[in-house]
């Protein structure tokens, strides 16, 4: 078996640690192959591929595209190159698109009589701002005790303060990750059926998530049949946000050696 962590979050999205520490953190658990994936932004690559090339531990630079395609549809984005051309400017309109969701979010939560204002809000992102900052806010103020208190009473879809994703279409991020040269994978697609992965898999994706901290057993099994009979490769890794984030297992996923070999050759 072979630590892989191949979903990790930095405090340019919603994680909370810096970059640098997110790939000493990994190091330490012994994970063999890392990468970041920070929601619609790039920008901590250099700092984490810096550190990562310090350590000895073999990076990828990765992406991860919120869509607004089912709840919480993302796209995983692998090998890509930060600076082709318009890709940086395309995540920046997702991250435009966000504030205006967060917005109306903060909207419905004081229209709930809940105490907060967006600068709340404002006050703890870095780049990428998302519900988790709302749950940060929220849990500032007490109203809540965690992130996953926030997301269950107020965030999550079906809850009072929730607003749609104003994201791109999975076909748009799979395109804008192709387009950056690197190759997709479809975040934890446990609760998807056999029809969705093969319908996404003929618009370009290229690899299921299959090991992740949620997935049981049975779930690992019915994904990794989906990644042969679609000939996807088999990805996976923690979803690390950082402490107190109810994200917080980073190099908590095993890779079986035939899928780990499968892993380098896409990589080589
Ligand atoms: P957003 O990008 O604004 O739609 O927020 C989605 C993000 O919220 C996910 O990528 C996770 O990082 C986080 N998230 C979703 N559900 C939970 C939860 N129950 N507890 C903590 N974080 C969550
Ligand atoms: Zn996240
Ligand atoms: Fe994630």
């Not at 191949?6 to 063999?32: C, F």
């Not at 920070?38 to 810096?50: I, K």
């Not at 709302?134 to 009072?160: C, N, Q, T, W, Y």
């Amino acid at each position: 078996m072979h630590r892989v962590d191949l979903h990790t979050h930095s405090a340019y999205s919603d994680g909370t640690s810096a970059p640098a520490e997110v790939v000493r953190l990994a190091k330490g658990r012994g994970v063999e192959i890392f990468a970041l994936t920070d929601h619609d932004s790039v920008s901590g690559l250099h700092e984490a591929g810096e550190e990562a090339n310090r350590l000895g531990l073999r990076f990828l630079r990765g992406v991860e595209i919120n869509t607004r395609e089912e709840d919480n549809l993302l796209v995983l984005g692998y090998g890509i190159d930060p600076k082709a051309a318009g890709f940086e400017a395309a995540l920046a309109d997702l991250r435009c698109r966000r504030h205006k969701r967060v917005a109306a979010m903060v909207e419905k939560l004081r229209s709930l009589k809940v105490d907060i204002a967006l600068s709340d809000v404002h006050a703890a992102h870095k780049e990428t701002i998302g519900r988790p900052h709302i749950a940060d806010a929220l849990r500032r103020k007490k109203v809540v005790s965690s992130r996953s208190e926030a997301f269950h009473r107020f965030l999550a879809k079906g809850m009072p303060a929730y607003v749609e994703p104003m994201g791109p279409t999975v076909q748009e991020a799979i395109d804008l990750i192709r387009a950056a040269g690197g190759w997709a994978s479809l975040a934890h697609p446990g609760a998807l059926e056999a029809e969705d992965i093969e319908r996404y898999a003929g618009l370009g994706l290229e690899g299921i998530e299959v090991y992740y901290p949620t997935h049981t057993g049975a779930v690992v099994e019915r994904l990794l049949d989906w990644a042969w009979r679609f000939d996807l490769i088999a990805t996976g890794g923690s979803d690390y946000h950082g402490p107190k984030t109810s994200r917080e297992e980073i190099g908590s996923v095993l890779f079986p050696q035939d899928v780990f070999e499968k892993v380098l050759r896409r990589l080589s």
